[in-house]
């Protein structure tokens, strides 16, 4: 595949990142990997274009989870660049039962799976009358009868395509790297309720990516893939008490508070004033949830986190934004 840019380079491109769609580039030597795909397939083109990379150079896509904000424009991506997709199994299972509509069941099915149960529970409870229960499936089912009977039957409707199908589906497992192109990937699992999460590094031309969001906490796992690294994507969701006193239901809040939830700011600085071995060029701070959380709270906290290293100040401490690209970062 034709290359716009040279042969030795590290970028690193947020395209969006936020609760409403997540997608970063990573590129090295001659490979070009999308992290994420949770715009439409149009957005995130017209994205990578704003930012001067060109969407067919992209050699696969790979998959942090199956939530709606990383997956929304996978398939229709995937199958318009035809190229494969990464996945843990597990994701790949949960995305493809997200992506297939439920099958409606016709009356026939459910009266008979109605006399199975009820069959079942005669075996159970001998005592019971098997006519008392036919006679309760019948009546149950006649509030469907209509329904059913307007609907085209099955074999009437035309076949529709496959939503998920992908041109090639690969598997990796979770702390087990494994190489795409020219770039080393190492999974590792991260707490947030999703099948089977993960957070990526990336390793090209002896430079170390890290891209890790969506977490509810920062395990000892996840601290240790942190170290050494050269660019860190690093969750700063939300402020305490803006969630606290936001528009979410409780039971959102709690969610999101939780150790399978998101990072707040005052996490995230806590790890990078005592957990994070300051190596890192490049800070960016992603998925800021924009009812709950300021781009000027975040930074502020995390430029009080790494006060006396003056190094990671500046333009180095960088804020992902939801409806637009951060410039491409260059690493050498």
Not at 128 to 155: G, H, K, L, Q, R
Not at 197 to 217: C, H, K, S
Not at 274 to 283: F, L
Request: charged share 20%.
């Amino acid at each position: 595949m034709h290359s716009l840019y040279p042969q030795v380079m590290v970028r690193f491109t947020v395209l969006a990142s936020g609760s409403k769609g997540n997608c970063t580039v990573v590129s090295g030597g001659n490979t070009r990997i999308l992290v994420d795909a949770g715009l439409s397939c149009r957005e995130l083109f017209r994205r990578m274009e704003q930012a001067g990379e060109d969407p067919r150079t992209l050699n696969a896509i790979l998959v942090t989870h199956e939530h709606q904000d990383h997956v929304n424009g996978l398939a229709v991506t995937a199958r318009k660049l035809g190229i494969p997709v990464y996945f843990t199994e597990a994701t790949h299972r949960e995305w493809m039962r997200w992506m297939t509509p439920r099958r409606r069941m016709t009356y026939a099915e459910w009266l008979e799976q109605c006399r199975q149960q009820a069959a079942e529970r005669q075996a159970e409870a001998p005592g019971a009358n098997p006519e008392f229960e036919d006679s309760e499936c019948e009546a149950t089912a006649v509030s469907i009868v209509a329904e059913a009977a307007a609907e085209p039957s099955e074999e009437a409707k035309p076949p529709k395509p496959d939503p998920t199908w992908l041109p090639a589906v690969e598997y990796f497992q979770s702390g087990r790297p494994f190489q795409v192109g020219d770039i080393a990937v190492s999974p590792f699992t991260i707490p947030h309720d999703a099948t089977d999460p993960v957070g990526f590094v990336f390793q090209a031309e002896g430079v170390r990516l890290a891209l890790a969001t969506d977490l509810g906490y920062i395990p000892p796992n996840v601290k240790a893939q942190l170290k050494g690294v050269d660019l860190l994507l690093l969750e700063s969701n939300h402020d305490l008490d803006m969630l606290r006193d936001g528009p979410y239901p409780w039971q959102v809040k709690q969610r999101v508070l939780s150790r399978v939830g998101h990072l707040s700011n005052d996490a995230t600085a806590g790890y990078l004033e005592s957990g994070y071995d300051g190596q890192a060029t490049w800070i960016i701070l992603g998925h800021l949830s924009e009812s709950n959380n300021l781009p000027e709270l975040a930074r502020l906290a995390a430029e009080r986190a790494l006060n006396g290293r003056a190094s990671l100040l500046g333009n180095r401490l960088l804020v992902a934004q939801q409806h637009e690209p951060l410039a491409p970062i260059q690493l050498a």
